[in-house]
């Protein structure tokens, strides 16, 4: 069982840089693949990024590569997000995950899901 909470969101303006943590609870974080998602109203959850159990693997979104990028502490049970050159079609809730499924962008395809927490990105 893992529980998971999300924080660092805000308000923005488009070029500037935020970072997202995903604070996790339970032993079972450091062999947890984890993922990012977001959801923007009235539009499906979507992929951003995911990261394996070690660190030493991530993929990213297509719209996200070379701006974001996701990391993760195990020892502090805690995965990131930093966000660079936020743009304001990145204004969304965000959401880290557990992959039920290594290295899945199907949202289907992840459990325990944090609260989330809002990013907007104004022009």
């Known amino acids: 069982q893992v529980t998971l909470v999300e924080s660092g969101g805000g308000l923005v303006q488009a070029g500037g840089s935020l970072r997202l943590s995903c604070a996790a609870s339970?032993?079972?974080?450091?062999?947890?693949?984890m993922g990012w998602f977001r959801q923007a109203p009235e539009k499906e959850r979507e992929f951003v990024a995911h990261?394996?159990?070690?660190?030493?693997?991530?993929t990213y979104a297509d719209s996200v590569k070379g701006r974001f990028t996701i990391s993760r502490d195990n020892v502090k049970n805690t995965v990131y997000l930093q966000m660079n050159s936020l743009k304001p079609e990145d204004t969304a809730v965000y959401y880290c995950?557990?992959?039920?499924?290594?290295?899945?962008?199907?949202?289907?395809?992840?459990?325990?899901w944090g609260q989330g927490t809002q990013v907007t990105v104004s022009s």
């Open positions: 995950a557990v992959a039920r499924v290594y290295g899945s962008r199907r949202h289907e395809d992840y459990d325990y």
């Open positions: 339970g032993r079972a974080f450091s062999i947890a693949n």
């Open positions: 990261i394996s159990r070690s660190g030493g693997s991530t």
